[in-house]
């Protein structure tokens, strides 16, 4: 049997950015599903490399999430990321979390603790607004940026 995913990728070029969204699934945060997702990061990040990507963001569409039993788990899915810092700084323009749910604050808030965004990272309540951002420098101004608020 197959390991469900956490999150669904959907890659499309935007305004000659290419644009990586990551869906959840809305499935219990299990350590399998986790290594998996991370296996799924990792693959993205690795594509970074490639000289002709540039202009690039990540969108993670989390409208509702079941905090995992093991906090290790968001821990690990955090230094996924250090790895790639360097190669993410380059490359990456910003990300945009959508979310709709005050839980995923508090998710969010428990991740923070682990990662400090490299470039800026940016809340979105709809579909609408995140389409905005990713297009906008003036609409990604009205929203929340979480990489200002930690600071």
Known sequence: ??????LNLE??????RIVFKFVYTEKPITELRMLKTIEIIKKVLDSFYRVEATNICFVFVINSITMPTNMKLIK????TFHAYSDVINKKL???IIQSNN???NLFFSLFKMYYEPIKPLYL???NESTEKCLTSNNERSK???????VK
């Not at 690990?76 to 230094?79: G, I, K, M, Q, Y």
């Open 1 to 6: 049997m197959e390991i469900e995913n956490l």
């Open 11 to 16: 890659t499309k070029i935007l305004h000659n």
């Open 76 to 79: 690990d899915f955090a230094a």
């Open 93 to 95: 323009d910003f990300t």
């Open 102 to 104: 005050k839980i995923f």
């Open 124 to 126: 979105c309540e709809s």
């Open 143 to 149: 929203v929340t940026n979480f990489s200002d608020m």
